[in-house]
Protein backbone atom coordinates (compact mmCIF):
# COMPACT_ATOMS: atom_id res chain seq x y z
CA UNK A 1 0.00 0.00 0.00
CA UNK A 2 3.29 2.65 0.91
CA UNK A 3 5.36 3.13 -0.91
CA UNK A 4 7.88 3.94 1.96
CA UNK A 5 7.84 4.27 5.37
CA UNK A 6 9.56 7.11 6.57
CA UNK A 7 9.16 10.55 5.80
CA UNK A 8 10.10 14.33 6.75
CA UNK A 9 8.83 16.23 9.09
CA UNK A 10 8.88 18.77 6.57
CA UNK A 11 6.03 16.30 4.80
CA UNK A 12 3.33 16.55 7.93
CA UNK A 13 0.99 19.34 6.25
CA UNK A 14 1.32 17.77 2.80
CA UNK A 15 0.49 14.57 4.09
CA UNK A 16 -2.19 16.23 6.53
CA UNK A 17 -3.91 18.23 4.06
CA UNK A 18 -3.82 15.06 1.78
CA UNK A 19 -5.48 12.51 4.66
CA UNK A 20 -8.28 15.42 4.97
CA UNK A 21 -8.67 15.60 1.28
CA UNK A 22 -9.57 11.53 1.40
CA UNK A 23 -11.49 11.41 4.28
CA UNK A 24 -14.13 14.06 2.93
CA UNK A 25 -14.26 11.80 -0.06
CA UNK A 26 -15.09 8.75 2.01
CA UNK A 27 -18.10 11.07 3.84
CA UNK A 28 -19.02 12.17 0.47
CA UNK A 29 -19.00 8.37 -1.18
CA UNK A 30 -21.26 7.27 1.94
CA UNK A 31 -23.16 10.02 1.53
CA UNK A 32 -24.03 9.49 -2.09
CA UNK A 33 -25.42 5.87 -1.22
CA UNK A 34 -28.08 7.04 0.96
CA UNK A 35 -30.78 9.18 -1.71
CA UNK A 36 -29.52 6.40 -4.59
CA UNK A 37 -30.89 3.73 -1.80
CA UNK A 38 -33.36 5.30 -0.37
CA UNK A 39 -34.71 6.43 -3.62
CA UNK A 40 -35.19 2.45 -5.24
CA UNK A 41 -36.41 1.07 -1.80
CA UNK A 42 -39.36 3.39 -1.75
CA UNK A 43 -39.87 2.64 -5.17
CA UNK A 44 -40.94 -0.90 -4.01
CA UNK A 45 -44.72 -0.53 -3.59
CA UNK A 46 -46.39 -0.94 -0.66
CA UNK A 47 -48.48 0.70 2.13
CA UNK A 48 -48.53 1.27 5.71
CA UNK A 49 -51.24 2.44 8.59
CA UNK A 50 -49.89 5.28 10.50
CA UNK A 51 -52.21 4.76 13.23
CA UNK A 52 -53.20 1.32 14.81
CA UNK A 53 -56.62 2.65 15.28
CA UNK A 54 -57.25 4.49 12.48
CA UNK A 55 -58.14 3.59 8.90
CA UNK A 56 -55.57 5.85 6.83
CA UNK A 57 -53.23 3.90 4.35
CA UNK A 58 -50.44 5.72 2.99
CA UNK A 59 -47.71 5.12 0.48
CA UNK A 60 -44.70 3.24 1.83
CA UNK A 61 -43.77 0.20 3.56
CA UNK A 62 -41.77 -0.42 7.16
CA UNK A 63 -39.85 -3.37 8.19
CA UNK A 64 -41.79 -6.24 9.02
CA UNK A 65 -40.26 -9.87 9.39
CA UNK A 66 -43.59 -11.53 8.91
CA UNK A 67 -44.45 -10.93 5.66
CA UNK A 68 -43.29 -13.12 3.40
CA UNK A 69 -43.88 -11.07 -0.18
CA UNK A 70 -41.00 -10.52 -2.64
CA UNK A 71 -41.79 -6.76 -2.37
CA UNK A 72 -41.31 -7.36 1.45
CA UNK A 73 -38.50 -8.98 1.77
CA UNK A 74 -36.79 -7.15 -0.78
CA UNK A 75 -37.53 -3.79 1.48
CA UNK A 76 -36.19 -5.58 4.32
CA UNK A 77 -32.95 -6.20 2.97
CA UNK A 78 -32.32 -2.61 1.43
CA UNK A 79 -33.52 -1.38 4.19
CA UNK A 80 -31.07 -2.69 6.80
CA UNK A 81 -28.06 -2.04 3.98
CA UNK A 82 -29.80 1.92 4.05
CA UNK A 83 -29.38 1.99 7.62
CA UNK A 84 -25.98 0.71 7.72
CA UNK A 85 -24.87 3.53 4.71
CA UNK A 86 -26.11 5.86 8.10
CA UNK A 87 -23.74 4.57 10.15
CA UNK A 88 -20.94 4.36 7.74
CA UNK A 89 -21.52 7.97 7.20
CA UNK A 90 -21.57 8.73 11.03
CA UNK A 91 -17.94 6.63 11.25
CA UNK A 92 -16.40 8.32 8.04
CA UNK A 93 -17.72 11.86 9.76
CA UNK A 94 -16.30 11.19 13.19
CA UNK A 95 -13.41 10.13 11.93
CA UNK A 96 -13.15 13.66 9.48
CA UNK A 97 -12.82 15.75 13.35
CA UNK A 98 -10.97 12.98 15.57
CA UNK A 99 -7.90 14.10 13.03
CA UNK A 100 -8.89 17.93 13.14
CA UNK A 101 -11.01 18.31 10.51
CA UNK A 102 -14.97 19.41 10.40
CA UNK A 103 -16.88 17.42 7.41
CA UNK A 104 -19.04 19.09 5.02
CA UNK A 105 -22.35 17.44 3.36
CA UNK A 106 -22.76 18.49 -0.39
CA UNK A 107 -26.01 18.01 -2.03
CA UNK A 108 -25.21 15.51 -4.87
CA UNK A 109 -26.06 16.07 -8.64
CA UNK A 110 -27.84 12.99 -9.91
CA UNK A 111 -28.12 13.33 -13.06
CA UNK A 112 -24.24 14.14 -13.80
CA UNK A 113 -22.57 10.58 -13.19
CA UNK A 114 -22.57 9.08 -15.95
CA UNK A 115 -21.32 5.95 -15.95
CA UNK A 116 -19.02 6.94 -13.64
CA UNK A 117 -19.33 6.11 -9.88
CA UNK A 118 -17.66 9.10 -7.14
CA UNK A 119 -14.20 7.60 -5.91
CA UNK A 120 -14.39 4.45 -7.26
CA UNK A 121 -14.23 4.54 -11.44
CA UNK A 122 -15.90 4.25 -14.31
CA UNK A 123 -18.44 1.23 -15.54
CA UNK A 124 -18.15 1.28 -18.72
CA UNK A 125 -14.30 -0.62 -18.00
CA UNK A 126 -15.85 -3.19 -15.49
CA UNK A 127 -16.93 -6.36 -17.09
CA UNK A 128 -20.20 -6.81 -16.99
CA UNK A 129 -21.24 -3.21 -16.24
CA UNK A 130 -20.42 -1.26 -19.08
CA UNK A 131 -23.92 -0.65 -19.65
CA UNK A 132 -24.78 0.81 -16.33
CA UNK A 133 -25.45 4.39 -15.46
CA UNK A 134 -25.12 5.79 -12.53
CA UNK A 135 -28.41 7.58 -11.61
CA UNK A 136 -31.46 7.78 -9.34
CA UNK A 137 -34.06 5.07 -10.23
CA UNK A 138 -36.67 2.75 -9.21
CA UNK A 139 -35.28 -1.05 -8.17
CA UNK A 140 -34.89 -2.31 -11.69
CA UNK A 141 -32.02 -3.96 -13.37
CA UNK A 142 -29.64 -1.10 -13.84
CA UNK A 143 -30.01 0.16 -10.05
CA UNK A 144 -29.56 -3.44 -8.73
CA UNK A 145 -26.59 -3.83 -11.23
CA UNK A 146 -25.34 -0.04 -10.01
CA UNK A 147 -25.56 -1.49 -6.49
CA UNK A 148 -23.66 -5.13 -7.27
CA UNK A 149 -21.01 -2.78 -8.59
CA UNK A 150 -20.71 0.45 -5.96
CA UNK A 151 -20.28 -2.88 -3.31
CA UNK A 152 -18.24 -5.38 -5.38
CA UNK A 153 -15.47 -7.13 -3.86
CA UNK A 154 -13.62 -7.34 -6.16
CA UNK A 155 -13.66 -4.60 -8.63
CA UNK A 156 -10.13 -4.53 -9.16
CA UNK A 157 -10.33 -8.21 -10.54
CA UNK A 158 -12.60 -7.31 -13.26
CA UNK A 159 -11.49 -3.04 -14.03
CA UNK A 160 -9.45 -3.42 -17.07
CA UNK A 161 -7.56 -0.31 -15.69
CA UNK A 162 -6.86 -2.18 -12.20
CA UNK A 163 -7.10 1.36 -10.10
CA UNK A 164 -5.23 0.62 -7.43
CA UNK A 165 -3.12 4.06 -6.42
CA UNK A 166 -0.74 3.81 -3.89
CA UNK A 167 0.26 6.14 -0.41
CA UNK A 168 1.43 8.62 -0.12
CA UNK A 169 0.35 9.83 -3.72
CA UNK A 170 2.57 12.38 -5.39
CA UNK A 171 3.36 16.12 -4.97
CA UNK A 172 2.64 18.43 -7.38
CA UNK A 173 4.50 21.84 -8.32
CA UNK A 174 2.36 23.23 -6.35
CA UNK A 175 2.96 21.51 -3.27
CA UNK A 176 0.14 19.36 -2.58
CA UNK A 177 -0.86 15.96 -3.43
CA UNK A 178 -2.37 14.76 -6.36
CA UNK A 179 -5.45 12.97 -5.18
CA UNK A 180 -6.44 10.12 -7.32
CA UNK A 181 -9.63 10.39 -9.22
CA UNK A 182 -10.72 7.12 -8.50
CA UNK A 183 -9.91 3.84 -6.47
CA UNK A 184 -11.21 1.15 -7.74
CA UNK A 185 -13.41 0.32 -4.51
CA UNK A 186 -14.77 1.93 -1.99
CA UNK A 187 -12.34 -0.54 0.21
CA UNK A 188 -9.56 0.74 -1.67
CA UNK A 189 -10.40 4.50 -0.53
CA UNK A 190 -10.55 3.56 3.54
CA UNK A 191 -6.99 1.15 2.86
CA UNK A 192 -5.30 4.75 1.92
CA UNK A 193 -6.95 6.38 4.74
CA UNK A 194 -5.46 3.75 6.96
CA UNK A 195 -2.07 3.94 4.83
CA UNK A 196 -2.12 7.77 5.55
CA UNK A 197 -2.62 7.43 9.42
CA UNK A 198 0.31 5.30 9.77
CA UNK A 199 2.85 7.39 7.65
CA UNK A 200 5.75 7.14 9.83
CA UNK A 201 8.44 10.20 10.12
CA UNK A 202 12.02 10.89 10.90
CA UNK A 203 10.86 11.07 14.81
CA UNK A 204 9.83 7.72 15.14
CA UNK A 205 5.71 9.11 14.98
CA UNK A 206 2.45 9.03 12.45
CA UNK A 207 0.99 11.23 11.21
CA UNK A 208 -1.99 9.79 13.55
CA UNK A 209 -0.33 11.27 16.16
CA UNK A 210 0.16 13.89 14.81
CA UNK A 211 -2.98 14.87 13.84
CA UNK A 212 -5.93 13.34 16.56
CA UNK A 213 -7.37 15.80 18.23
CA UNK A 214 -8.95 14.91 21.97
CA UNK A 215 -12.24 16.05 22.75
CA UNK A 216 -13.34 16.22 19.27
CA UNK A 217 -17.09 17.01 18.18
CA UNK A 218 -18.35 13.54 17.57
CA UNK A 219 -22.03 12.46 16.80
CA UNK A 220 -23.89 9.29 17.35
CA UNK A 221 -26.74 8.21 16.65
CA UNK A 222 -26.52 4.19 17.52
CA UNK A 223 -24.55 3.69 20.69
CA UNK A 224 -26.13 6.52 22.77
CA UNK A 225 -28.45 6.28 25.32
CA UNK A 226 -31.21 8.48 26.54
CA UNK A 227 -34.78 8.20 28.14
CA UNK A 228 -36.05 11.34 25.98
CA UNK A 229 -35.65 10.03 22.63
CA UNK A 230 -36.42 6.40 23.56
CA UNK A 231 -32.66 5.22 22.37
CA UNK A 232 -32.37 2.79 25.80
CA UNK A 233 -29.37 0.79 24.75
CA UNK A 234 -26.40 0.62 22.50
CA UNK A 235 -26.91 -1.25 19.49
CA UNK A 236 -23.47 -1.96 18.77
CA UNK A 237 -22.74 -3.02 22.07
CA UNK A 238 -19.54 -4.59 20.67
CA UNK A 239 -17.23 -1.87 18.87
CA UNK A 240 -16.97 1.87 19.33
CA UNK A 241 -19.37 4.26 17.02
CA UNK A 242 -16.96 7.46 17.73
CA UNK A 243 -14.38 8.60 19.66
CA UNK A 244 -14.59 8.38 23.79
CA UNK A 245 -13.19 12.25 25.14
CA UNK A 246 -10.63 10.43 27.35
CA UNK A 247 -8.24 8.72 24.70
CA UNK A 248 -5.00 8.57 24.02
CA UNK A 249 -3.53 8.86 20.39
CA UNK A 250 -2.40 5.17 20.89
CA UNK A 251 -5.80 3.91 21.30
CA UNK A 252 -7.82 6.24 19.52
CA UNK A 253 -6.08 4.84 16.67
CA UNK A 254 -7.21 0.98 17.91
CA UNK A 255 -10.53 2.94 17.69
CA UNK A 256 -10.16 4.08 14.17
CA UNK A 257 -9.07 0.53 12.75
CA UNK A 258 -12.13 -0.78 14.35
CA UNK A 259 -14.62 2.16 12.83
CA UNK A 260 -12.95 1.27 9.55
CA UNK A 261 -13.19 -2.71 9.82
CA UNK A 262 -16.75 -2.16 10.77
CA UNK A 263 -17.63 -0.67 7.58
CA UNK A 264 -15.73 -2.42 5.17
CA UNK A 265 -16.72 -6.01 7.06
CA UNK A 266 -20.55 -4.64 6.91
CA UNK A 267 -20.63 -3.34 3.55
CA UNK A 268 -18.12 -2.43 0.60
CA UNK A 269 -14.40 -4.39 1.57
CA UNK A 270 -16.58 -7.97 2.04
CA UNK A 271 -15.27 -10.64 0.48
CA UNK A 272 -18.26 -12.41 -1.29
CA UNK A 273 -20.28 -14.93 0.48
CA UNK A 274 -18.64 -14.02 3.65
CA UNK A 275 -20.37 -13.56 7.02
CA UNK A 276 -20.05 -10.02 8.99
CA UNK A 277 -18.00 -10.65 12.08
CA UNK A 278 -20.31 -11.10 15.25
CA UNK A 279 -19.53 -7.69 16.70
CA UNK A 280 -20.62 -5.71 13.78
CA UNK A 281 -24.14 -6.98 13.76
CA UNK A 282 -26.38 -4.57 15.61
CA UNK A 283 -28.10 -6.43 18.99
CA UNK A 284 -31.14 -7.48 17.89
CA UNK A 285 -32.67 -7.72 21.72
CA UNK A 286 -31.38 -4.29 22.27
CA UNK A 287 -32.63 -2.39 19.13
CA UNK A 288 -36.18 -4.10 19.92
CA UNK A 289 -36.37 -1.90 23.21
CA UNK A 290 -35.21 1.69 20.46
CA UNK A 291 -37.33 0.58 17.75
CA UNK A 292 -40.14 -2.19 16.58
CA UNK A 293 -39.73 -5.89 17.00
CA UNK A 294 -39.57 -5.99 13.45
CA UNK A 295 -37.06 -3.58 13.02
CA UNK A 296 -34.60 -4.87 15.41
CA UNK A 297 -35.17 -8.77 13.57
CA UNK A 298 -34.88 -7.27 10.00
CA UNK A 299 -31.56 -5.35 10.37
CA UNK A 300 -30.22 -8.32 12.73
CA UNK A 301 -30.69 -11.06 10.54
CA UNK A 302 -30.07 -8.93 7.46
CA UNK A 303 -26.62 -7.31 8.82
CA UNK A 304 -24.94 -10.69 8.94
CA UNK A 305 -24.44 -10.52 5.30
CA UNK A 306 -22.20 -8.09 3.20
CA UNK A 307 -24.09 -5.35 1.40
CA UNK A 308 -22.80 -6.89 -1.98
CA UNK A 309 -24.90 -10.41 -0.54
CA UNK A 310 -27.97 -8.59 -0.10
CA UNK A 311 -28.10 -7.35 -3.06
CA UNK A 312 -27.00 -10.59 -5.03
CA UNK A 313 -30.50 -11.88 -3.21
CA UNK A 314 -32.24 -8.98 -4.26
CA UNK A 315 -31.50 -9.01 -7.59
CA UNK A 316 -32.49 -12.78 -8.42
CA UNK A 317 -36.03 -11.35 -6.78
CA UNK A 318 -36.16 -8.85 -9.28
CA UNK A 319 -38.71 -10.11 -11.68
CA UNK A 320 -40.99 -11.15 -8.89
CA UNK A 321 -40.77 -7.60 -7.22
CA UNK A 322 -43.34 -4.68 -7.95
CA UNK A 323 -42.74 -0.80 -7.55
CA UNK A 324 -44.95 2.18 -7.71
CA UNK A 325 -44.25 2.64 -11.70
CA UNK A 326 -45.00 -1.00 -12.83
CA UNK A 327 -48.68 -0.35 -10.72
CA UNK A 328 -49.13 3.16 -11.99
CA UNK A 329 -48.74 1.82 -15.51
CA UNK A 330 -50.96 -0.89 -15.07
CA UNK A 331 -53.91 2.08 -13.41
CA UNK A 332 -56.16 4.61 -15.57
CA UNK A 333 -54.64 7.18 -16.76
CA UNK A 334 -54.98 9.95 -14.36
CA UNK A 335 -57.09 8.05 -11.92
CA UNK A 336 -55.07 6.21 -10.64
CA UNK A 337 -55.85 6.03 -6.98
CA UNK A 338 -59.04 5.66 -5.73
CA UNK A 339 -60.41 6.45 -2.00
CA UNK A 340 -60.23 2.77 -1.17
CA UNK A 341 -57.05 1.81 -1.91
CA UNK A 342 -56.13 4.68 0.93
CA UNK A 343 -58.65 2.56 3.32
CA UNK A 344 -57.54 0.06 5.24
CA UNK A 345 -61.02 -1.43 5.23
CA UNK A 346 -63.77 0.76 3.20
CA UNK A 347 -66.66 -1.15 4.12
CA UNK A 348 -66.16 0.04 8.18
CA UNK A 349 -64.92 3.60 7.26
CA UNK A 350 -66.66 5.95 8.49
CA UNK A 351 -67.81 9.01 6.23
CA UNK A 352 -65.05 11.27 7.16
CA UNK A 353 -62.79 8.53 6.66
CA UNK A 354 -64.03 8.33 3.27
CA UNK A 355 -64.10 12.16 2.72
CA UNK A 356 -60.54 12.26 3.88
CA UNK A 357 -59.46 9.09 1.14
CA UNK A 358 -61.10 10.93 -1.52
CA UNK A 359 -59.88 14.46 -1.33
CA UNK A 360 -56.49 12.44 -1.05
CA UNK A 361 -56.79 10.04 -4.06
CA UNK A 362 -58.02 13.29 -6.13
CA UNK A 363 -54.43 15.51 -5.23
CA UNK A 364 -52.70 11.80 -5.74
CA UNK A 365 -53.94 11.95 -9.18
CA UNK A 366 -53.14 15.53 -10.17
CA UNK A 367 -50.86 15.95 -12.58
CA UNK A 368 -48.90 18.90 -10.56
CA UNK A 369 -48.62 16.19 -7.08
CA UNK A 370 -45.48 15.02 -7.95
CA UNK A 371 -43.36 17.86 -8.87
CA UNK A 372 -44.60 19.34 -5.66
CA UNK A 373 -43.97 16.87 -3.35
CA UNK A 374 -40.04 16.80 -4.79
CA UNK A 375 -39.70 19.70 -4.80
CA UNK A 376 -40.38 19.31 -1.07
CA UNK A 377 -38.68 16.60 -1.19
CA UNK A 378 -35.37 18.55 -2.51
CA UNK A 379 -35.46 21.45 0.04
CA UNK A 380 -36.22 18.87 2.78
CA UNK A 381 -33.02 16.91 1.78
CA UNK A 382 -30.74 20.05 1.30
CA UNK A 383 -31.79 21.85 4.58
CA UNK A 384 -31.33 18.79 6.45
CA UNK A 385 -27.94 18.27 5.06
CA UNK A 386 -26.88 21.76 6.22
CA UNK A 387 -28.66 20.65 9.87
CA UNK A 388 -25.76 17.45 9.83
CA UNK A 389 -23.21 19.43 9.17
CA UNK A 390 -23.80 21.73 11.52
CA UNK A 391 -24.21 18.69 14.21
CA UNK A 392 -20.36 18.18 13.41
CA UNK A 393 -19.39 21.13 13.93
CA UNK A 394 -21.23 22.14 16.91
CA UNK A 395 -21.58 19.51 20.05
CA UNK A 396 -24.84 21.56 21.31
CA UNK A 397 -26.92 20.69 17.85
CA UNK A 398 -28.43 17.62 17.77
CA UNK A 399 -27.81 14.54 14.76
CA UNK A 400 -31.75 15.36 12.73
CA UNK A 401 -32.34 11.25 13.09
CA UNK A 402 -35.79 11.86 12.78
CA UNK A 403 -35.58 14.70 9.81
CA UNK A 404 -33.75 11.41 8.12
CA UNK A 405 -36.09 9.20 8.30
CA UNK A 406 -39.26 11.55 7.57
CA UNK A 407 -37.88 12.24 4.15
CA UNK A 408 -38.53 8.45 3.80
CA UNK A 409 -42.65 9.17 3.36
CA UNK A 410 -41.89 11.96 1.08
CA UNK A 411 -39.64 9.55 -1.38
CA UNK A 412 -43.14 6.89 -1.24
CA UNK A 413 -44.55 9.64 -1.91
CA UNK A 414 -42.77 11.04 -4.98
CA UNK A 415 -43.31 7.76 -6.44
CA UNK A 416 -46.73 7.04 -5.71
CA UNK A 417 -47.75 9.91 -7.56
CA UNK A 418 -45.78 9.30 -10.58
CA UNK A 419 -42.88 11.13 -10.49
CA UNK A 420 -39.11 10.16 -9.46
CA UNK A 421 -37.47 11.51 -6.46
CA UNK A 422 -34.66 14.07 -7.67
CA UNK A 423 -32.93 14.84 -4.70
CA UNK A 424 -31.78 18.45 -6.56
CA UNK A 425 -29.75 20.27 -5.11
CA UNK A 426 -31.25 23.80 -3.62
CA UNK A 427 -29.24 26.65 -1.56
CA UNK A 428 -30.72 25.94 2.08
CA UNK A 429 -33.04 29.28 2.75
CA UNK A 430 -32.10 32.10 4.40
CA UNK A 431 -34.78 31.98 7.95
CA UNK A 432 -36.34 35.79 8.71
CA UNK A 433 -38.08 36.65 12.06
CA UNK A 434 -42.03 35.46 11.36
CA UNK A 435 -41.34 33.96 8.14
CA UNK A 436 -44.30 30.87 7.80
CA UNK A 437 -43.73 27.76 7.56
CA UNK A 438 -46.96 26.75 6.30
CA UNK A 439 -49.74 27.61 3.85
CA UNK A 440 -51.87 30.72 5.23
CA UNK A 441 -49.98 31.30 7.79
CA UNK A 442 -48.11 34.67 6.39
CA UNK A 443 -49.25 38.04 8.26
CA UNK A 444 -48.25 39.73 5.11
CA UNK A 445 -50.55 37.95 3.09
CA UNK A 446 -52.72 35.93 5.57
CA UNK A 447 -54.60 32.81 4.41
CA UNK A 448 -53.93 33.60 1.05
CA UNK A 449 -50.55 32.33 0.30
CA UNK A 450 -50.38 28.87 -1.30
CA UNK A 451 -47.99 26.95 0.95
CA UNK A 452 -44.45 27.68 2.79
CA UNK A 453 -42.54 30.47 1.39
CA UNK A 454 -39.81 30.31 4.20
CA UNK A 455 -38.66 27.14 3.07
CA UNK A 456 -40.45 23.41 2.55
CA UNK A 457 -38.21 21.37 4.95
CA UNK A 458 -37.94 18.32 7.81
CA UNK A 459 -35.79 20.15 10.89
CA UNK A 460 -36.52 18.63 14.12
CA UNK A 461 -33.84 19.63 16.94
CA UNK A 462 -31.84 21.23 14.87
CA UNK A 463 -34.27 24.12 14.75
CA UNK A 464 -33.97 24.80 10.93
CA UNK A 465 -37.37 26.31 11.79
CA UNK A 466 -36.42 28.61 14.34
CA UNK A 467 -38.81 31.94 13.82
CA UNK A 468 -41.73 30.27 12.27
CA UNK A 469 -45.00 30.15 12.57
CA UNK A 470 -46.48 26.71 12.36
CA UNK A 471 -44.04 24.20 12.25
CA UNK A 472 -45.96 20.96 11.90
CA UNK A 473 -44.73 17.88 14.94
CA UNK A 474 -44.51 19.79 17.62
CA UNK A 475 -44.06 17.83 20.85
CA UNK A 476 -45.79 17.09 23.58
CA UNK A 477 -45.53 20.03 26.16
CA UNK A 478 -45.92 23.08 23.38
CA UNK A 479 -48.20 24.30 20.73
CA UNK A 480 -46.98 24.95 17.02
CA UNK A 481 -45.84 28.38 17.13
CA UNK A 482 -42.66 30.53 16.22
CA UNK A 483 -40.54 28.03 17.69
CA UNK A 484 -37.74 30.41 19.11
CA UNK A 485 -35.02 28.25 20.28
CA UNK A 486 -33.65 24.65 19.80
CA UNK A 487 -36.05 22.02 21.12
CA UNK A 488 -39.68 24.04 21.10
CA UNK A 489 -40.51 22.17 18.55
CA UNK A 490 -40.56 19.56 16.75
CA UNK A 491 -41.08 20.49 12.82
CA UNK A 492 -42.11 19.25 9.31
CA UNK A 493 -43.25 22.06 7.02
CA UNK A 494 -45.62 21.89 5.27
CA UNK A 495 -48.29 21.08 8.15
CA UNK A 496 -49.80 17.58 6.87
CA UNK A 497 -53.73 17.88 6.74
CA UNK A 498 -53.62 14.48 8.88
CA UNK A 499 -51.25 15.65 11.32
CA UNK A 500 -52.73 15.30 14.71
CA UNK A 501 -51.13 16.13 18.53
CA UNK A 502 -50.33 12.82 19.81
CA UNK A 503 -50.38 13.18 23.33
CA UNK A 504 -50.95 15.97 26.34
CA UNK A 505 -52.80 18.60 27.15
CA UNK A 506 -50.27 21.45 25.71
CA UNK A 507 -51.21 25.24 26.34
CA UNK A 508 -49.64 28.60 25.54
CA UNK A 509 -50.27 32.27 26.49
CA UNK A 510 -50.25 34.85 23.64
CA UNK A 511 -50.82 38.09 23.94
CA UNK A 512 -53.01 37.36 27.17
CA UNK A 513 -54.90 34.37 25.28
CA UNK A 514 -55.08 31.12 26.71
CA UNK A 515 -54.42 28.52 23.99
CA UNK A 516 -55.10 24.86 24.83
CA UNK A 517 -55.07 21.28 22.42
CA UNK A 518 -55.89 18.11 23.43
CA UNK A 519 -55.26 14.82 21.91
CA UNK A 520 -56.11 14.05 18.20
CA UNK A 521 -56.76 17.93 17.30
CA UNK A 522 -55.48 18.97 14.47
CA UNK A 523 -51.62 20.68 13.96
CA UNK A 524 -52.56 23.05 11.47
CA UNK A 525 -55.73 24.54 13.01
CA UNK A 526 -53.96 24.66 16.52
CA UNK A 527 -51.11 26.51 14.43
CA UNK A 528 -53.74 29.01 12.98
CA UNK A 529 -55.75 29.57 16.02
CA UNK A 530 -52.04 30.69 17.77
CA UNK A 531 -51.30 32.53 14.53
CA UNK A 532 -54.35 34.68 15.11
CA UNK A 533 -53.52 35.15 18.32
CA UNK A 534 -50.10 36.19 17.63
CA UNK A 535 -50.89 38.62 15.30
CA UNK A 536 -54.43 40.17 17.30
CA UNK A 537 -53.43 43.90 16.42
CA UNK A 538 -53.19 43.08 12.45
CA UNK A 539 -56.60 43.33 10.88
CA UNK A 540 -55.69 41.45 8.18
CA UNK A 541 -54.96 38.88 9.83
CA UNK A 542 -58.23 39.08 11.65
CA UNK A 543 -60.17 38.97 8.79
CA UNK A 544 -58.54 35.67 6.60
CA UNK A 545 -60.06 33.35 6.72
CA UNK A 546 -58.22 29.86 7.16
CA UNK A 547 -57.32 28.28 3.65
CA UNK A 548 -58.72 25.25 1.85
CA UNK A 549 -55.88 22.88 2.21
CA UNK A 550 -53.81 22.27 -1.24
CA UNK A 551 -52.69 18.97 -3.02
CA UNK A 552 -49.36 19.16 -1.01
CA UNK A 553 -50.29 19.49 2.64
CA UNK A 554 -53.37 17.21 1.68
CA UNK A 555 -50.99 13.98 0.41
CA UNK A 556 -48.18 14.57 2.72
CA UNK A 557 -48.43 11.87 5.68
CA UNK A 558 -48.55 12.71 9.22
CA UNK A 559 -45.62 11.76 11.63
Known sequence: MSSMTHRHLEQVPTDRAALHQ??????EVELFTIPLYMSSLYSIRGMYLNSPTGQSMWPGMKPNYQVSSANQYAYNAIFSVYIQEMLHLQLASNLCTAVGFTPQFPALDYTSFGSSIPCIGDLKNVKGYEDVQVRLGPLDHNQMKLFLAIEMPDWEANDDNNNRPAVPFPVGANGKATIPASFGSIGHLYHCIEAYFD????DKTTLWDKVFTADSVQVDMFNFKS????HAAREYPQFPVSFSSNLTAKDARKTAREMISAILDQGEGAVANSVVPGRFVPAEQRMEKDYSKSNAIVRAQWDKQSHYDRFALVY?????????PTWLASRPAGAAWTADDLLLDPTTATSADIAAAQARATAMNAASTAAEIDNALSHSYCNLLAAIESAWSNSAISFPAAAMQ???T???TVWATGGSPSFTPVTPSVIGNNAHACQGLDPNNPGTNNCANAVIHTCAGSNSCANQGGCGYPPDTSLPDFNSAAGNGGCGAPIPVAQILHNGTPAINVNGTNITASTGQSVYDTAWTVFQ???SGNESVQKANKPTPNSLRIVLPPS
Do not use: C, G
Not at 22 to 27: H, I, K, P, R
Not at 199 to 202: A, H
Not at 316 to 324: G, H, K, Q, Y
Open 22 to 27: LLQLAV
Open 199 to 202: LEYD
Open 227 to 230: QKEQ
Open 316 to 324: SWLDMIETW
Open 406 to 408: ALS
Open 410 to 412: RVA
Open 533 to 535: ARF
